[in-house]
């Protein structure tokens, strides 16, 4: 995975950009707003979701750290249920071996469940460029292929679609790419789906290649697990004679037992439901059931690199839930095209630069795409501290480059374009050392501050081109505490011919001032 996401800008232009798109943010606030409100209800409803949270915070991070063997064991689990097993080191390897088991089969069309793994490998473009035509199947991405878009949120792809836009798209492409949609679609939902489910079913009667992802790989059975909620990827995953599997390797579990955690947790954080309508799940082959050939394609593509970094790895942990998006300030506003990337909001503001590398500038852009809040942590369903990575990110970037290897070594390659961020770090350093020098600058800073500019000069303007300076209060924080013996006496005081809040307590005022008006 490199360079960027259909050649999108950094961030804080492509956030510009969105912010000015009022459809865009209306159809944003409804939806994330709407599935945050029923995704609380449904996780209100456990009394034990913080011990559901922590468990599959322990499942996640001790797959992680033995991640060598339980890949092994699903390799030989999967290997002994009739399947076979490839192993892809990046996305240029996996898209080559799934275009060469598509035209072992003879066959130039395969239907799709929907997977963000072969949109981070740009699946579908590689198998049109050698003549394989790739169906979406899930309603959202199948909105999204029409109009020839991208998708802008993991669990609703089409989240920045309204129902009258997707009527227009279904009415002007579907004939382009088989059944046409009836005459006189409206907006309605039931007409929308009715019109996707005629388009689709062709589709999967005529399909001998199904490709898929994966929610889940049990290391102990070799069992791939996908849950949805229309019945589409069933279809996918049955009715295909080859079934061929893309999947990341963090996303193994160990044993059939862990996935009891994580079918209770996923579906809650993603559709708040408390069981998804359809859960799928397929060991290798059978002769009397669903495909006759099954291949893994078990896909690295910037995995154990991020794995390397202690901080940065439990990125790993993440389910695609997307819960993080529906809570996030800056993507509700900004929405999921703006991050240059298949994997939106706060945690692909983490995934994305650590699987990708930072050396591009909507890669070094995407850790600064976060207000800090802390409300994606708080609903993540792994607990994944993002705000700590983001940071964590922040200081990779502003101390050095990528971390890149030569040989056997990692080398931190030097950082471009915050040398002025540095400079002022080392000069906060030297302050916070020496107490003399940061009270006179503080008294310093607060006489003068009428004099203070509203944005910064220079390599300053970026930050401050999006907000104002904070205020310098009017006498420092170590002066008033002192004055007041840390408030306990009365406030409302001139210090040094300058009024502190513009009140006046009991008539007191010092510095020579009168008391009591005497």
Known sequence: MSGTFVGMPAFPKAAHDAVDNPTLRGNLRHATHTIRDKRAAAVAELDDWAQLREAGKQIKDHTLRHLDRYLVQLEESVTAAGGTVHWAADADEANRIVADLVRATGETEVVKVKSMATQEIGLNEALEAEGIAAYETDLAELIVQLGKDRPSHILVPAIHRNRGEIRDIFTREMSAWGRPAPAGLTDRPAELADAARLHLRDKFLRAKVGVSGANFMVAETGTLVVVESEGNGRMCLTLPET??????????????????????????????????????????????????????????????????????????????????????????????????????????????????????????????????????????????????????????????????????????????????????????????????????????????RKLHPRTLPGPGKAWSATRDLPPVPAEPFRDWWQRTDGGKKPDGVKTDGVKTDGVETDGVETGGVKKDGK
């Open 243 to 448: 079934l061929i599997s893309v999947v990341g390797i963090e996303k193994i579990v160990p044993t059939w037992r862990d996935l009891e955690v994580f079918l209770q947790t996923l579906p809650r954080s993603s559709t708040a439901e408390r069981m998804n309508p359809y859960t799928s799940m397929w060991t290798g082959t059978s002769d009397d059931d669903g495909p006759r050939d099954f291949h893994l394609v078990l896909l690295d593509n910037g995995r154990t690199d991020t794995l390397a970094d202690e901080v940065g790895r439990q990125a790993l942990r993440c389910i695609r839930c997307s819960a993080c998006l529906n809570v996030c300030p800056v993507y509700e506003r900004a929405g999921g095209h703006a991050y240059g990337s298949v994997y939106p909001g706060p945690i692909g503001a983490i995934l994305s630069p650590q699987l990708r590398g930072t050396q591009s500038e909507v890669d070094a852009s995407l850790p600064y795409a976060s207000s800090l809040c802390g409300a994606c942590y708080d609903v993540c369903p792994v607990a994944i501290d993002i705000p700590e990575v983001l940071v964590h990110l922040r200081e990779r970037i502003a101390q050095g480059g990528p971390v890149t290897r030569e040989g056997n070594r990692a080398v931190l390659k030097p950082a471009k374009g915050h040398a002025a961020e540095r400079a002022a770090m080392r000069a906060a350093r030297w302050a916070f050392g020496r107490p003399g020098a940061l009270r006179a600058g503080q008294r310093l800073a607060s006489r003068t």
